[in-house]
């Protein structure tokens, strides 16, 4: 079983920053895809993206230009680095891996940004 154990969530003003961690429980996952989703309060749940194993990214437009996932394989890390927050980033965090054709998903981190 593939556990993701996430961390990094907090309140955070509009405009401010925030780093949100996911370590693997694995340590196999240089070929595999990592990534992100989330879901706000009554909305379903959006791909925000995702990093290959060749290091290859993928965001969804909401987030461009503002959020950087990288992934550091030597720590079974991915990383979701956010900037110029939004009040409409706010969500539940969840960090995905794919393992042997099966999805992985970690606990979540709530991100609540105000101002």
């Known amino acids: 079983q593939v556990q993701l154990v996430e961390s990094g969530g907090g309140l955070v003003q509009t405009g401010g920053s925030l780093r949100l961690f996911c370590v693997a429980s694995?340590?196999?996952?240089?070929?595999?895809?990592m990534g992100w989703y989330r879901q706000a309060p009554g909305k379903q749940r959006e791909l925000v993206g995702f990093?290959?194993?060749?290091?290859?990214?993928n965001y969804a437009d909401s987030v461009k230009g503002r959020f950087t996932i990288s992934r550091d394989d030597a720590k079974n890390t991915v990383y979701l680095q956010m900037n110029i927050l939004k009040r409409e980033d706010t969500a539940v965090y969840y960090c995905?891996?794919?393992?042997?054709?099966?999805?992985?998903w970690g606990q979540g981190t709530q991100v609540t940004v105000s101002s």
């Open positions: 995905y891996t794919n393992y042997l054709g099966a999805t992985y």
């Open positions: 694995r340590s196999d996952f240089s070929l595999n895809v």
């Open positions: 990093v290959s194993s060749g290091g290859s990214t």
